[in-house]
C-alpha cells in the first residue's frame, strides 16, 4: 500500500512539547561550552564538539538534522561544518514484527511469497530506516530498506520548530529577511525526499542507466527491484565488495597484508582515487544529477577497481547553464585563469542581494588565486590542491556577504569535499589535471560513437583528430562568449535605490510608534481596573482586554481629558520607557541590515 511522501502537519502542542527536547540538548551543549570558557579552553572547534556530542547522545531526528546542518556552510563556520559533517546517524533498531508489517503491507503480500530468507538482524540502523539482507526466491541476496514508523511525524515537528526559530532570529535582525526561512524551506525539501523511497529507487535506475552511457564499466550503482519497493521500502541488489572505509584504514595504516590481499582482487588504491574524480566529474558534467553523500560508507570497491556508490537519498542536480558554469571553473583553473574563474563561479550565484559586487569579485579572485598557487605547486599538501579546499571558502566568503547559496550548490560542496578527500586520502599524489583531462578524453569516445552512430565516418571523419580539434574549437567559443557575458552584463545583480531606503525607513518608525501607541492605551486602560489580586486571573484578564477596548473607543470618539491625563501617565513612566526602548532596538536591527545594502554607484 502506497503512502504519501508529504509531511504531516504538526501539531501546536506536539511542536511545543518537542521544544523541552530541544533545551535539553542546548543544555547539555551550553554548560561544558561555558566551563570551558572559564578553563581557558574554549575555542570555535571546541564549542562544535561539543555541540555534536549532544546532538550524538540525543540521537533521532536531532543527529539527521546535524548532518544537514554540516551542508550550511553559507550560514555556519567552518569548523562546525566539519564537526557536524562528523555525526554517526545510528539509532536501535526497529522492531522486526514492526518491520515486517511495514514490508507485508508495501507490498500485499506475506514474506514467504517474497523472500526465501530475511535476517532479523538489520545490517545498518538509522534514524530514518533499517536496512536487512534478505535471499530473494531465486536465489539473489538483496538489501532491504524500511523506513521507521512515525519517522515522518517526528520531522515534520521538528521543521515546524525550526520555522519558529527562523521567524524569530530574523525578526532580531540576526539573518536578513528570508536567508533562515529559505534554509528550513530547503531542508524540508531534503526530509521529504530522503523520506521517499520510490525517488531514491528512480535515482538509483538514472545512475545505472547513466554509467552505461558513459561505457567506463567500473562505476555502478545497485539493481532496483521496482516491484517489491514502495514509499516505506527499498529493495536493492545486495553489494559485496570492499567498503571504501576498510580500504581508507588499510591506506592510513599501510597495513600491508590488507594491501596484498586486495591487490589480488585487483584493486589498486591509485586506480581507485583517479576514478572517484573521473567518475566525479561525469556525475557533475555530463549527468543532471550527482550523488549528494558520496561519504566513504556510501562507497564500495568491486574486483578490478570498480565503483559502485549506494545511498541515493540525497540527490543534486544543475541546470545546463549552472553546469557550462562549473566547466567554465574547470578549464580556468587549468589555465591557471584566476579572474576566469571568478566570473565563471558567480554566475552560480545570481541573482545577487545588494552587495558591493566588485568587491565580492576581488575577493574571489584573491581566494582562487591563492588555491591555483597550491594546486600546481609541487611541495604542496594534498588538502591545499583538493577542490575542496575551493568551495569551503568559496561558501565562506558567501556567508561574509550574507549572499544565498542554493540547496544543490551546498550540496555540492559537501559531495566534492567527500568524495576529493577519499581520493587524495587514498592517492596523496593525484593529479586533478590528469584525472580531468582522462575524463574529456572519455567525453571524446562518447562524441564519437555519437557521430559514428548518426553517419561520421560516411562524413569521412578522422576520430582523433577531428573530435580533438572540435574540443578545441568548444573551448574557444566558450571564451569568447564568456567574455561576451561579462560585458553585457556589467552589473551582475539588481540593487536598490536610495528612495526605496528612506520609505523603509519611515515606514518601521511608524510601525514602531503603531506599536507603542497600542501598548500605551492598553496599559492606561490598566490604571482604572485597580487592585487585581481580589479577582480571578481569568476574570482579570476579561476586565483588562474590556476595559483597554473601552479606552481605545473613548480616546477615538470623544477625546475626554482623563484619557489623556492616564496616556501622559503611562508614556512618562520608566515601565513604558523600557518597552519602547526595547522595541525599539528590535526594529533598529532589522533597520540597519537594510539602510547598509549597497546602492547602484
Known amino acids: ?54 546532538l550524538q547522545r540525543a540521537g533521532g531526528t536531532l543527529v539527521k538534522l546535524g548532518q544537514q546542518l554540516s551542508l550550511r556552510a553559507d550560514v555556519l563556520d567552518y569548523a562546525w561544518c566539519e564537526e557536524l559533517g562528523g555525526l554517526l546517524d545510528s539509532a536501535p533498531p526497529m522492531e522486526f514484527d514492526q518491520a515486517r508489517a511495514i514490508i507485508e503491507d508495501s507490498v500485499s503480500r506475506p514474506l514467504s511469497e517474497i523472500f526465501e530468507s530475511l535476517d532479523p538482524e538489520p545490517i545498518g540502523s538509522a534514524s530514518i ?20 514508523e512515525g519517522i515522518a511525524r517526528d520531522m515534520a515537528t521538528d521543521l515546524r520548530l525550526m520555522h519558529w526559530m527562523a521567524r524569530t532570529a530574523e525578526f532580531f535582525g540576526i539573518f536578513r529577511e528570508g536567508q533562515a ?41 545497485p539493481k532496483v527491484h521496482v516491484k517489491l519497493s514502495s514509499t516505506r521500502v527499498l529493495v536493492t541488489d545486495f553489494v559485496d565488495g570492499v567498503p571504501a572505509t576498510e580500504l581508507l584504514h588499510a591506506v592510513d595504516t599501510n597495513n600491508v597484508s590488507a594491501l596484498e590481499a586486495y591487490a589480488e582482487q585487483g584493486i589498486d588504491p591509485e586506480k581507485v582515487a583517479e576514478r572517484l574524480l573521473i567518475g566525479w566529474n561525469f556525475q557533475v558534467f555530463d549527468f543532471p544529477l550527482f550523488h549528494g553523500d558520496p561519504h566513504p560508507a556510501n562507497l564500495f570497491v568491486l574486483p578490478g577497481s570498480k565503483l559502485c556508490l549506494i545511498d541515493f537519498g540525497a540527490i543534486g542536480w544543475f541546470p545546463k547553464p549552472s553546469q557550462q558554469a562549473l566547466r567554465q571553473v574547470q578549464q580556468a583553473l587549468l589555465a591557471h585563469d584566476v579572474a576566469g574563474m571568478a566570473r565563471a563561479a558567480m554566475k552560480l550565484m545570481e541573482p545577487y542581494p545588494p552587495i558591493d559586487i566588485d568587491a565580492f569579485e576581488r575577493d574571489l579572485q584573491n581566494l582562487y588565486a591563492d588555491y591555483v598557487f597550491a594546486a600546481f605547486s609541487n611541495n604542496a599538501e594534498w588538502w591545499e590542491k583538493a577542490t575542496s579546499r575551493i568551495w569551503f571558502d568559496y561558501i565562506s566568503l558567501a556567508r ?25 586520502r587514498l592517492a596523496p599524489d593525484l593529479s586533478l589535471k590528469r584525472a580531468y583531462k582522462k575524463f574529456l578524453k572519455s567525453e571524446a569516445r562518447k562524441m564519437m560513437r555519437l557521430l559514428r552512430d548518426k553517419g561520421g565516418q560516411a562524413l569521412g571523419l578522422r576520430p582523433a583528430e577531428d573530435v580533438r580539434r572540435g574540443i578545441d574549437l568548444w573551448r574557444t567559443a566558450d571564451k569568447v562568449l564568456a567574455r561576451t557575458e561579462a560585458l553585457a552584463e556589467m552589473s551582475q545583480s539588481r540593487f536598490t535605490a536610495l528612495p526605496e531606503k528612506l520609505y523603509y525607513l519611515v515606514s518601521m518608525l511608524g510601525r514602531v510608534a503603531a506599536t507603542g501607541l497600542v501598548i500605551a492605551v492598553v496599559l492606561a486602560a490598566g490604571l482604572t481596573l485597580g487592585e487585581v489580586s481580589e479577582t480571578g486571573f481569568g476574570s482579570w484578564m476579561r476586565r483588562f482586554v474590556e476595559a483597554g477596548h473601552a479606552r481605545a473607543t473613548e480616546l ?12 501622559v501617565e503611562v508614556v512618562t513612566s520608566p515601565f513604558y520607557l523600557v518597552v519602547l526602548v526595547v522595541i525599539l532596538l528590535l526594529y533598529m536591527l532589522r533597520i540597519r541590515k537594510r539602510i547598509l545594502d549597497v546602492d547602484p554607484k
Open 1 to 54: 500500500m502506497a503512502q504519501s511522501s508529504a509531511l504531516p502537519r504538526a501539531g501546536f502542542l506536539a511542536t511545543f512539547l518537542r521544544a523541552f527536547a530541544w533545551m535539553e540538548v542546548v543544555f547539555a551543549w551550553l554548560l561544558p561550552a561555558i566551563f570551558d570558557l572559564f578553563v581557558g579552553h574554549a575555542s570555535p572547534r571546541k564549542r562544535a564538539e561539543r555541540f555534536k556530542n549532544a
Open 129 to 148: 530506516a533499517c536496512v536487512y539482507k534478505a535471499t530473494l526466491l531465486d536465489g539473489r541476496a538483496v538489501a532491504v530498506k524500511v523506513r521507521r
Open 181 to 221: 526561512i529559505g534554509a528550513v524551506a530547503q531542508l524540508a525539501h531534503v526530509f521529504r525526499e530522503e523520506l521517499d523511497f520510490r525517488l531514491e529507487a528512480r535515482y538509483l535506475g538514472l545512475f545505472r542507466k547513466a554509467s552505461r552511457t558513459w561505457r567506463t564499466g567500473w562505476m555502478t550503482a
Open 400 to 424: 561574509r556577504y550574507e549572499v544565498p547559496v542554493s540547496l544543490d550548490s551546498l550540496r555540492l560542496f559537501r559531495a566534492t569535499f567527500l568524495m576529493d578527500t577519499v581520493a587524495f
Open 556 to 567: 477615538v470618539n470623544d477625546g475626554d481629558p482623563s484619557d489623556v491625563d492616564s496616556l
